[in-house]
Nanobody, 121 residues
């Protein structure tokens, strides 16, 4: 199973970006999918996650500005980021709890390689 993020880049403060993360491989089902980030010199923090039933949870720092969603048919999770601030600058990682084909219904957690988001004027 592989997770591949895309959509990062350079954006001015107040701007928007949409991150995508597509899972591929021998996938039977995907439970929780989420986004985390690591800013320079800081610990990795959870940004948002979404369950298979589309319940969502957000870090206080992004509530009202970021929206997580998923397309189960495409095994893809998205992070719409609006009103970006300089402090949102970080490498963003997606992760997913994946039940692989033939795994006996045991989920495993997978991570993407990360995509850089830089908010700067």
């Amino acid at each position: 199973v592989q997770l591949v993020e895309s959509g990062g880049g350079l954006v001015q403060p107040g701007g928007s970006l949409r991150l995508s993360c597509a899972a591929s491989g021998s996938i039977f089902s995907i439970n929780v999918m989420g986004w985390s980030r690591r800013a320079p010199g800081k610990e990795r923090e959870l940004v948002a996650f979404i369950t298979s039933g589309r319940s969502t949870n957000y870090a206080d720092s992004v509530k009202g500005r970021f929206t997580i969603s998923r397309d189960n048919a495409k095994n893809t999770v998205y992070l719409q980021m609006n009103s970006l601030k300089r402090e949102d600058t970080a490498v963003y990682y997606c992760n997913a709890d994946v039940v692989s084909l033939g795994s006996g219904n045991v989920p495993m957690n997978y991570w993407g390689q990360g995509t850089q988001v830089t908010v700067s004027s």
